[in-house]
T-cell receptor, first 112, second 111 residues
Framework: NAGVTQTPKFQVLKTGQSMTLQCAQD?????MYWYRQDPGMGLRLIYY???????DKGEVPNGYNVSRLNKREFSLRLESAAPSQTSVYFC???????????FGSGTRLTVV | GQSLEQPSEVTAVEGAIVQINCTYQ??????LSWYQQHDGGAPTFLSY????GLEETGRFSSFLSRSDSYGYLLLQELQMKDSASYFC????????????FGTGTKLQVIP
């Protein structure tokens, strides 16, 4: 099983450019999440989706949008990238909301 | 709001035992999780405690005391491959505050 698959693994954007981070899971999980990880700050929740068709803001949603395309896929979009969005982004899914997350391998994003 | 505290760094000797502590302050509490993350890798789920006491999974054990808002991860028979960052995470009710992660403890295992 692939688990949680994220693409791309690395990306460099110029300020103001847009991009979509893709995430797919093959574990039939209902809950999916997008986190960002910055040095010394742990993991912070951007958006989550408790089930297909629902999305909710997390701790740091500004500058991001999400789409829960179906049960497998949950994408994160940066409409106008800013240097403050330079980070490592992780997608995760879980069978039960809030516990036992399976994480993807991450996307290392640099905005210049 | 939510806050978690864990030591930023811990060093231990191969073959020894190490304990990584986590104290938390949250509005409501469902459970405490632990994750391992190697440099450049993704976090990996280790354990989840909802009730007080010790839970053992192989060389790793996790403890919770809800009355003290405290938990720890115990790693026994340390191996070099255990060198990684370890995050505690609290699951609590209400809105988006479902899971809050600590800032992580970097464990270095030395020969």
């Amino acid at each position: 099983n692939a688990g949680v698959t994220q693409t791309p693994k690395f990306q460099v954007l110029k300020t103001g450019q847009s991009m979509t981070l893709q995430c797919a899971q093959d574990m039939n999980h209902n809950s999916m999440y997008w986190y960002r990880q910055d040095p010394g700050m742990g993991l912070r929740l951007i958006y989550y989706s408790a089930s297909e068709g629902t999305t909710d803001k997390g701790e740091v949603p500004n500058g991001y949008n999400v789409s829960r395309l179906n049960k497998r896929e949950f994408s994160l979009r940066l409409e106008s990238a800013a240097p403050s969005q330079t980070s490592v982004y992780f997608c995760a899914s879980s069978e039960e909301e809030g516990r036992g997350y399976t994480f993807g391998s991450g996307t290392r994003l640099t905005v210049v | 709001g939510q806050s978690l505290e864990q030591p930023s760094e811990v060093t231990a000797v191969e073959g020894a035992i190490v304990q990584i502590n986590c104290t938390y302050q949250t509005s409501g509490f469902y459970g405490l999780s632990w994750y391992q993350q190697h440099d450049g890798g993704a976090p990996t789920f280790l354990s989840y405690n909802a009730l007080d006491g010790l839970e053992e999974t192989g060389r790793f054990s996790s403890f919770l005391s809800r009355s003290d808002s405290y938990g720890y991860l115990l790693l026994q028979e340390l191996q070099m491959k255990d060198s990684a960052s370890y995050f505690c995470a609290v699951r609590s009710p209400g809105g988006y505050q479902k899971v809050t992660f600590g800032t992580g403890t970097k464990l270095q295992v030395i020969p």
